[in-house]
């Protein structure tokens, strides 16, 4: 069973660009998160997914959004970037939106704004 | 609103010694809890969760927690620390909603 994954592992950018960071779902699960772990911080929740409807947002502006296709992969699009949007960015796919079920994590895009 | 906070933002203990971090909730409903680690340059890992079944939990690698209601409180403990079990860990919660929110972080250092 593969498990969650998340591409590029790293990315650089500079301040005004927009980015896409990508994310596959663990096989059967049909809701993914998308968070953002600042440097010596615990994750912050950006939005959650469920069957290709936004189900939920965090105090994050617009200039983040984000996508789910039918086979329940996930983009986070970023536009107009900030210094502070450099993170790690934290994919996380569960069987349903339930607030008991387990999230699996991939291993996160690391991104720096310059 | 709902938060977590974590006690003590770095532990160090030496090999073998009882590994205590501790984690406080605040939430208005019955509050879901999970305890993930993350090692260096990686994802979060789920240790355990509790979900309103047996008060105290027991997880991967020998890790366990106790919810205790009354202090509203869920400290994740381990009898014996192992130089593996050093990593940064996250206590959080999912009060009623589907999102995780997670406390700060508290550093396990173990030393030989």
Redesign the interface.
């Known amino acids: 069973e593969t498990g969650v994954t998340q591409s590029p592992t790293h990315l650089i950018k500079t301040r005004g660009q927009q980015v896409t960071l990508r994310c596959s779902s663990q096989s059967g699960h049909n809701t993914v998160s998308w968070y953002q772990q600042a440097l010596g911080q615990g994750p912050q929740f950006i939005f959650q997914y469920y069957r290709e409807e936004e189900n939920g947002r965090g105090n994050f502006p617009p200039r983040f959004s984000g996508l789910q296709f039918p086979n329940y992969s996930s983009e986070l699009n970023v536009n107009a970037l900030e210094l502070d949007d450099s993170a790690l960015y934290l994919c996380a796919s569960s069987l349903e939106p339930a607030p008991q079920e387990t999230q699996y994590f991939g291993p996160g895009t690391r991104l720096l704004v310059l | 609103a709902q938060s977590v906070t974590q006690l003590g933002s770095h532990v160090s203990v030496s090999e073998g010694a009882l590994v205590l971090l501790r984690c406080n909730y605040s939430s208005s409903v019955p509050p ?1 809890l ?1 305890w ?1 680690v993350q090692y260096p ?6 240790l355990l ?1 509790y ?1 309103s079944a047996a008060t105290l939990v027991k997880g991967i690698n020998g890790f366990e927690a106790e919810f205790k209601k009354s202090e509203t409180s869920f400290h994740l403990t381990k009898p014996s620390a192992h130089m593996s079990d050093a990593a940064e860990y ?1 206590c ?1 919660v ?12 508290t550093t396990l250092s173990v030393s030989s």
């Open positions: 879901y999970f993930y340059n990686q994802g979060l890992q789920l969760k979900t996250f959080a999912t009060p009623a909603g589907t999102a995780l929110i997670f406390g700060k972080g």
